[in-house]
């Protein structure tokens, strides 16, 4: 997850729009549990980031939103047994055993609460990072008052998501070209996991430190940012906060009715 | 103000002496060292010496930042390390390059990374936007100021890094190895504007290998060794001194091969209208390349030209979007990586991506068990000799210095007897004793019949190493030409195309 430079609607939004735009979604994911209505927000996301020509990027994440709405499943399947029984993991005509592990209608609608709650929020907070420069984040959040450790910390962050990957792909590259194979089994898996994890943690250590130096060599805590352009905003973002307030309005009223 | 030369002192070490944490030897020991204004102070050293130290000290990242033992005193521009209050503060004063250039790079576009520092110093817009436009096209980046810095090529990631330091404008620039991935072009912008900036009375530290591109800008020369400094004077002086000399051509270079044609040996290698497309970026555009066993080809050109994604194709870690390359007889663009591992052997620019195990016998063995579990531990003896690493068998590889990191590389690489052996930037980061035993060793190895092709951005490299050059420029082969006069050789001629003969055992030991 990191800024894409591209064109697009969402690019041109004033990032304090785009930050407001991350916190409705927020807000509105966490005040129901109704899938519909937790359906109808990760769709309007979608939209949004279709109309930005933003969604192929999206979709990106499905393979993690998917193993993660698979393992809510099967936590709330083990642990929520409330509501109708629509069948059970271990068959009734099972000797002893049998009938265990209920998966009922509540432990369903909670997974699948959660996962859409979950895409929602991931959804809008990736739509924010690919289209905002971290520079412009770093003076958005100083022009909010966010104490600067945490501005850096957050820049560090998304700025190590693409770092470690690409060192993990060079990693992996090498030890390949050693005839590298993870080995089978959960055994085999774990022992073949060390030729890439050793030298990843070590070269991100030594990487860490300079990124620090650098950042403070830049002089992030003088105080004294100048923006290199002006981050006014424009009719694209009254556009964008009318429009956010009227799927809001929509969402809260159908909520309350 | 120095009696010498009238000018103020910008910098000063006075009898400066460190220890890392852990460590009992001194990294530093006694150093006295000063940089005034407008002078240009080169550093170099075998690896190891303690240069990159001595610029961690002098723009005081050892006081501020790590522990150990620090003894004597550093000052900038008059000032004691120890009184500023951070390294911000001290960033104002002195511009850091580091030799880690990925690690310098934060942002997601090459000038929002350059304007990063530029933004924090509370100068008028329009000075930022002229500076920005000058020190982009004076270090050659305007042409991807749009790209992600990581998206770049090594090269071109270090332009980055040294553009976003030069920008500052601070009164003294700490570079340490500045331009060790960079080409020739490259460097000799680095170099014009460095001495453009000294005119304008910028202070110069700067550690560097490169002695024959970056020495002549330099107003003294200092030679560090073991953590002291062990000679200072004029570049021109010290380059008469034989340990810097970069070693003389010919001095180890093994008998040329002949070209495949005559002898009618089939190509090692044989690539023929491969495209490599990624990203929406043509980084091979159409290449056709032969490589006869037994030869040493250079593949030569600029930063991003395409020379490391052409090898990747080589061992399957890339595969053609268009056209075939072909290895040893098998089809790269299809055999998997694993298979293509026992024939071409890829050695990679930095020894740290491949370095995990608990030691130096166990790295070696890595790549062996891989392709041949039941493999004894005499190859990995003979691989370590054959790179003079054997007496180093049980050490933690990690512990190694950058050189011997590099040849360990190369001994992994070999234990597994590749008729082909790829190296990418073999000497970057590397003295030039440590870089004429690096080549010394892939002498040894065509001697015994491996296959050598080797990326480098370094053409006197190739001039005195290769039997062939191959230039790329922007993802295309733009000249091919060999090093020696044409000629027939009947020993390369009588080599097997079979297994490749590993004979290293045979010599002696270290």
């Known amino acids: ?257 | 103000m120095s009696p010498e030369t009238g000018r103020e002192i910008a910098l000063s070490l006075r009898a400066v002496s460190y220890t890392y944490p852990g460590s009992e030897a001194p990294a530093l020991n006694g150093i006295d060292l000063e940089v005034r204004r407008g002078e240009i102070v080169f550093v170099t050293g075998p690896t190891g010496a303690g240069k990159t130290t001595l610029c961690l000290a002098a723009s005081g990242i050892l006081h501020h930042e790590y522990g150990g033992a620090l003894e004597g005193a550093v000052a900038i521009l008059g000032k004691k390390v120890r009184d500023y209050r951070n390294m911000g503060e001290i960033g104002r004063d002195i511009g850091v390059v580091f030799d880690d250039a990925d690690a310098q790079l934060i942002f997601s576009t090459v000038e929002e990374e350059v304007a990063s520092g530029l933004e924090n110093l509370g100068i008028p817009r329009a000075e930022m936007q002229q500076r920005l436009r000058d020190v982009m096209e004076a270090i050659g980046i305007t042409d991807f100021a749009d790209r992600a810095p990581h998206t770049l090529s090594g090269g071109q990631k270090q332009r980055v890094a040294i553009a976003a330091t030069l920008v500052l404008g601070t009164e003294i620039l700490v570079l340490d190895e500045p331009t060790a991935e960079l080409d020739a072009e490259a460097t000799g912008a680095v170099s014009t504007l460095l001495r453009r900036l000294a005119e304008k009375g910028t202070a110069v530290l700067i550690v560097e290998q490169k002695l024959n591109e970056l020495a002549t800008i330099a107003d003294r020369m200092v030679l560090i060794e073991g953590g002291t400094i062990a000679k200072v004077g004029s570049p021109a002086e010290m380059m008469q001194d034989s340990v810097l000399r970069h070693p003389a051509p010919g001095n180890i270079r093994p008998p040329a091969p002949a070209a495949a044609s005559p002898c009618g040996v089939p190509p090692i290698v044989s690539v023929r209208d491969l495209v490599h497309r990624y990203d929406g970026v043509t980084a091979i555009g159409g290449l056709d390349l032969e490589v006869a066993p037994g030869e040493i080809v250079a593949v030569v050109g600029e930063n991003g030209s395409g020379k490391t994604t052409l090898v990747k194709h080589f061992n399957g870690l890339l595969r053609p979007t268009r056209g075939s390359v072909i290895v040893d007889g098998l089809d790269a663009g299809s055999v998997p990586v694993a298979e293509l591992a026992r024939h071409v052997g890829l050695v990679f620019q930095n020894p740290d991506t491949m370095l995990f195990a608990e030691t130096v016998e166990e790295e070696v063995a890595f790549g062996l068990k891989n392709i041949d579990p039941r493999s004894t531990g005499e190859p990995i003896d003979a691989a370590l000799s054959e790179v003079g690493l054997l007496h180093r068998k049980a050490a933690y590889p990690r512990s190694l210095s950058r050189g011997e990191r590099q040849r360990l590389a190369i001994a992994c690489v070999i234990a597994m007897r590749p008729r082909l052996i790829v190296l990418d930037e073999p000497t970057t980061g590397l003295d030039a004793r440590e870089a004429a035993r690096v080549m010394e060793t892939l002498g040894h190895l065509r001697q015994d019949g491996h296959t050598i092709v080797m990326v480098t951005h370094d053409m006197l490299l190739g001039e005195e190493y290769a039997d062939r050059i191959v230039r790329m420029e922007q993802g295309r082969i733009v000249g091919d030409r060999r090093t020696y006069e044409e000629g027939l050789c009947p020993k390369l001629c009588s080599i097997s195309p079979g297994r490749a003969p590993f004979t290293a055992s045979t010599r002696s030991p270290n």
């Open chain 1, 1 to 257: 997850m990191q800024y894409i430079t591209r064109e697009s609607a969402f690019h041109r939004l004033h990032p304090f729009t785009k930050l407001i735009f991350v916190i409705v979604v927020v807000l509105l994911a966490v005040l129901t549990s109704d899938i519909v209505m937790l359906a109808v927000l990760v769709g309007a996301v979608v939209a949004a980031a279709v109309a930005g020509g933003l969604a192929r990027d999206l979709l990106r994440q499905v393979p993690l939103l998917a193993s993660l709405a698979v393992s809510l499943l099967a936590l709330t399947v083990l642990t929520i047994h409330n509501g109708e029984i629509l069948g059970y993991l271990v068959p009734q005509s099972v000797p002893v055993i049998g009938g265990a592990f209920p998966v009922t209608v509540g432990a369903i609608d909670l997974a699948a609460a959660m996962s859409l709650r979950f895409a929602a929020m991931l959804f809008a907070f990736q739509l924010f990072v690919i289209s905002t420069q971290p520079r412009d984040l770093v003076h958005l959040l100083d022009r909010l008052r966010m104490p600067i450790d945490y501005t850096l910390m957050l820049l560090i962050a998304l700025r190590f998501i693409p770092s470690l990957q690409l060192e993990g792909k060079r990693i992996h590259e090498a030890q390949l070209a050693r005839a590298y194979n993870p080995g089978r089994g959960i055994s085999g898996k774990v022992r073949g996991l060390f030729p890439i994890i050793i030298p990843l943690v070590s070269n991100s250590l030594g990487k860490a430190t300079v990124l620090g130096l650098t950042i403070d060599l830049r002089g992030y805590r003088s105080g004294l940012r100048t923006p290199m352009r002006d981050l006014a905003p424009g009719r694209v973002d009254v556009a964008g906060i009318c429009c956010m307030g009227v799927v809001a309005a929509g969402y809260l009223a159908v909520l309350l009715v």
